[in-house]
């Protein structure tokens, strides 16, 4: 059964950090690229960083560049993202994405408030 948790959203002020957790199983979790997206209500999902599957390559939303990082334990299985210097319009649900050349899977969700 695959499974996508993700843990460590929370309010936060702004300027503050967080780091997300997304724990993984079901499935060889370094043969998957991995993502981050994030949704605000009535807006379409946002896709905010990715990872290879052996963590050697990383892309970022502009939005997000040089203050979000996402990393992955293989041995673990399970990818992070690191947010710093958040911002009010960092709020969202934040979701854990596992994608191959055939499968795709979701975790629910994290949610993420930057507010003062």
């Known amino acids: 059964q695959v499974q996508l948790v993700e843990s460590g959203g929370g309010l936060v002020q702004p300027g503050g950090t967080l780091r997300l957790s997304c724990a993984a199983s079901g499935f060889t979790f370094s043969t998957y690229v991995m993502n981050w997206y994030r949704q605000v209500p009535g807006k379409e999902r946002e896709l905010v960083a990715r990872?290879?599957?052996?963590?050697?390559?990383?892309n970022y939303a502009d939005s997000v560049k040089g203050r979000f990082t996402i990393s992955r334990d293989n041995a673990k299985n399970t990818v992070y993202l690191q947010m710093n210097s958040l911002k009010p319009e960092d709020t969202a649900v934040y979701y854990c994405?596992?994608?191959?050349?055939?499968?795709?899977?979701w975790g629910k969700g994290t949610l993420v408030t930057v507010s003062s």
């Open positions: 990872i290879s599957g052996s963590g050697g390559s990383t």
């Open positions: 994405n596992a994608l191959s050349n055939i499968f795709g899977y």
